[in-house]
């Protein structure tokens, strides 16, 4: 059994903050390459950020500038700062590797209100 435990999600204002976590089994962890994805409504599920092990970064255009994905290995939890939040972030946030993903968790629902 995998671990892929999101929390932090919540109901926020247009322009406000949220920070995600992520607690992974090690084995995930340890594949290298982490990332946080997202699904709206009535969209595909998609990539928002990602985070080596080394950790170099990479971004979607619709959050560069406004989130921040981290990881600490010691603990294999990974983070998702979100700042100047707008109501298209609204989605369920899930993390899992970036290469493969065979198993989700239930996600953290962001709701963002305008």
């Known amino acids: 059994q995998v671990q892929l435990v999101e929390s932090g999600g919540g109901l926020v204002q247009a322009g406000g903050s949220l920070r995600l976590s992520c607690a992974a089994s090690?084995?995930?962890?340890?594949?290298?390459?982490m990332a946080w994805y997202r699904q709206a409504p009535g969209k595909q599920r998609e990539v928002v950020a990602f985070?080596?092990?080394?950790?170099?970064?990479s971004y979607a255009d619709s959050v560069k500038d406004r989130f921040t994905i981290s990881r600490d290995n010691a603990k294999n939890t990974m983070y998702l700062q979100m700042n100047s939040l707008k109501p298209e972030d609204t989605a369920v946030y899930y993390c899992?590797?970036?290469?493969?993903?065979?198993?989700w968790g239930q996600g953290t629902q962001v709701t963002v209100s305008s």
């Open positions: 899992n590797v970036l290469v493969r993903p065979n198993y």
């Open positions: 090690g084995r995930l962890f340890s594949t290298g390459v």
């Open positions: 985070i080596s092990s080394g950790g170099s970064t």
